[in-house]
């Protein structure tokens, strides 16, 4: 089966770093993505983890663990504009069958 | 500019009609998808397209249908079958050989009346 779970909210101060974590049960896949989406607009993509480790774009990062069945994205330096909806999604065969997990709403404070 | 365009925004239907949405994409993408979203969820994918002529149901794919009869266009029709159709549909599309990573559209908003 498949199956993601994230946090639904999150809050954070501007300038900080925040983890959102997303752990999965599934009998195979091929890497972990993560999409940003801003109220009401489309799901931009903002990382792909398709081996174990960390991947590093700007102020954003993504982990992946298989042995762990848990994923993160990370965002440094915060920032209001990044307000918004985070979901993390499986990739399950490479034409992209994608299964996303709920999403996890983050909220940036001045 | 390349990209994938969703019609109409909005729409409003009465229960009992089918409604077709329109996805079109000019990116030369070979797979295209569509998802649905109700408020304050995930997105879940109805059907998905690898190729022309081909396509997948997802996890959702009751009371929905699609074409791939050409590669640049990947219309749904939600039928009178779906029981709740009111919701914010998605339509997106890959790059062969680039894992993980769809482009959306603006997405269609339809509401059953």
């Known amino acids: 089966g498949q199956s993601l779970e994230q946090p639904s909210e999150v809050t954070a101060v501007e300038g900080a770093i925040v983890q959102i974590n997303c752990t999965y049960q599934?009998?195979?896949?091929?890497?972990l993505s993560w999409y940003q989406q801003h109220d009401g607009g489309a799901p931009t993509f903002l990382s792909y983890?398709?081996?174990?480790g960390l991947e590093e774009t700007g102020r954003f990062s993504s982990f992946l663990s298989r042995s762990d069945s848990y994923g993160y994205l990370l965002l440094q330096e915060l920032q209001m504009k990044d307000s918004a909806s985070y979901f993390c999604?499986?990739?399950?065969?490479?034409?992209?069958?994608?299964?996303f997990g709920q999403g996890t709403e983050l909220s940036v404070k001045p | 500019d390349g990209g994938i365009t969703q019609s109409p925004k909005y729409l409003f239907r009465k229960e009992g009609q089918n409604v077709t949405l329109s996805c079109e994409q000019n990116?030369?993408?070979?797979?295209m998808y569509w998802y649905r979203q109700d408020p304050g969820q995930g997105l879940r994918l109805i059907y998905y397209?690898?190729?022309?002529?081909?396509?997948q149901k997802g996890d959702i794919a009751e009371g929905y249908s699609v074409s791939r009869e050409k590669k640049e266009s990947f219309p749904l029709t939600v039928t009178s079958a779906q029981k709740n159709p009111t919701a914010f549909y998605l339509c997106?599309?890959?790059?062969?050989?680039?894992?993980?990573?769809?482009?959306f559209g603006e997405g269609s908003r339809l509401t059953v009346l």
């Open positions: 990116l030369n993408h070979d797979a």
């Open positions: 999604a499986l990739l399950y065969n490479q034409g992209g069958k994608l299964i």
């Open positions: 983890n398709g081996l174990d």
């Open positions: 397209s690898q190729i022309v002529n081909d396509f």
């Open positions: 599934t009998s195979g896949f091929y890497g």
């Open positions: 997106a599309s890959s790059p062969q050989g680039v894992p993980g990573e769809l482009f």
